[in-house]
Each structure stands twice: as structure tokens, then as C-alpha cells.
């Protein structure tokens, strides 16, 4: 199943097709809080993050990430990873509108500050916190900058990316939105807050066997098989993720 954010996007319908010939960027586990993993609730240890940004600083890093953007980087003949020191803004805006098919966020996603216009957006590494063009939050308002030049299809593997930017606004109105008027053909979100494990699974097993398959009949063979597994059976492992897509 994929959903439009509107009727009119009907017409403009354009499905996506897995190629290994595909090139594939993904950005993850950005330089963070190394040693406040003990301090971390029990929920923090196991989901990527729904904080506000005023938290930055003090997330964990997620190094299972590496592993995750790695294996599914292996499927494409062309790929870019981004990680830690490198996984910052600054590179998202210089190498993001080359010719990229498919690009993974495996990252924390956050909350602005402000009580009705939360502006979520994702954690990257933060080099400059006195200055928003580098201080480790991609907001949805910077993503509409991005204009990328190969309609790619976008993986949003963090938490709550569905969320809209502010209160009673117009579904989809947040990162989703932004990404597409960046110029993505679609973008897989989720409705609330993911396991990492789960969705690190999810991720390597939309491109596990997918060559010249549509990208949404590979995400729901992967959905059905963290279904089947017993640890990943019920639905808060395997129901957020949804693909809004032209």
C-alpha cells in the first residue's frame, strides 16, 4: 500500500522499481553522547529517540546504525555512507542532489522547541550549535532546500517522522512534505516510536532479494517477515512504517 498526500497526485503516480544498478546514499549514527548510555531510561536503550532539540548534545550515538546502512549499501553497485564525524549537515547539502535513487536517515528524530510548531527534524552530527546551518538538526523547514535533481525515494528509519510541523496542521505537513517538495518521490515514515532492531531489520530486508521488484511490494515482503518472527510479532515492531509516494 501507498498513500498520496492528495487526489491530484493520482495522475502523477510513478512506481518505484529496486535496481542494483540503483546508487544509494545513507547518513547514520552521528558523533553524539558516548558514555550516557547507564543514564538512559530502559526506552532509550531500544528506540531512536523522540526528544526535544534543546537534547541534542545529550543523545546516545546509535552504532548499529553502521551496520544496518552498510548491508543495505551492498545491494547497489553506487553507494555513499555518512557516519559519525562526516554524517553532518554540511555534507547532506553538498552531496545529496547528485544522482542518489535511495537515501536512508538511520538517525534520532526530534522536536523543535516551540510548544505549537514543532518543526521535527533529524539528528545529524552538531558542529556548530550557535549556528543553525551546522548544529545537528535538519529541520523540515532546511529539507525543502535540498532540491534534489533524481526524484529519489527517501527511508526516514527514526521516530514519529510522520509527525506534522505544527498543531492542526495538514497531515503529512512535516518531514514528509518537505522532502517531497525538495523533489523525493516518496518517503517511508513512521507513526510512532520505532525499535531499532526492528527497523533496522526492515531496512535490510526491503533490498534483500528486491532487484526489479517495486519498492512497495519489498517493503511488504520485509514487513511480513518481521511479522513472522516470533520476538517482532506484535504490531508496534512491524505496523508504523508507511511509504507516501507519487
Not at 498526500?5 to 542494483?20: C, M
Amino acid at each position: 500500500i501507498s498513500y498520496l498526500s492528495g487526489e491530484k497526485l493520482i495522475q502523477h503516480i510513478d512506481k518505484r522499481k529496486i535496481y542494483k544498478r540503483n546508487s544509494f546514499a545513507g547518513f547514520g549514527n552521528p558523533t553524539l553522547n558516548k558514555n550516557n548510555l547507564e543514564n538512559q531510561i530502559n526506552k532509550f536503550f531500544t528506540e531512536r529517540g523522540d526528544f526535544s532539540i534543546e537534547y541534542i548534545d545529550q543523545l546516545y550515538e546509535l552504532p548499529d546504525t553502521e551496520n544496518e546502512l552498510t548491508n543495505i549499501s551492498k545491494f547497489f553497485k553506487k553507494s555513499n555512507l555518512f557516519f559519525q564525524n562526516i554524517a553532518t549537515e554540511q555534507n547532506v547539502f553538498d552531496n545529496l542532489k547528485n544522482e542518489y535513487d535511495f537515501i536512508a536517515f538511520a538517525t534520532h528524530s526530534v522536536k523543535g522547541i516551540n510548544k505549537f510548531y514543532n518543526d521535527r527534524g533529524l539528528v545529524l552530527t552538531p558542529i556548530n550549535t550557535n549556528s543553525h546551518d551546522n548544529d545537528g538538526f535538519l529541520s523540515s523547514e532546511e529539507i525543502k532546500l535540498l532540491d534534489f535533481q533524481n526524484s529519489p525515494t527517501i527511508l526516514l528509519t527514526a521516530c514519529n517522522t510522520i509527525d506534522s510541523q505544527y498543531y492542526l496542521s495538514l497531515p503529512y505537513s512535516g518531514l514528509a512534505s518537505s522532502f517531497m517538495e525538495a523533489g523525493a518521490d516518496g518517503v517511508l515514515l513512521s507513526l510512532w516510536n520505532v525499535n531499532s532492531k526492528s527497523s533496522s531489520e526492515l531496512n535490510q530486508g526491503i533490498f534483500k532479494n528486491s532487484n526489479n521488484m517495486y519498492f512497495t511490494q519489498a517493503l511488504r515482503n520485509s514487513i511480513i517477515d518481521i511479522k513472522n518472527q516470533k520476538e517482532f510479532s506484535h504490531p508496534y515492531y512491524w505496523a508504523p512504517y508507511i511509504y507516501l509516494g507519487r
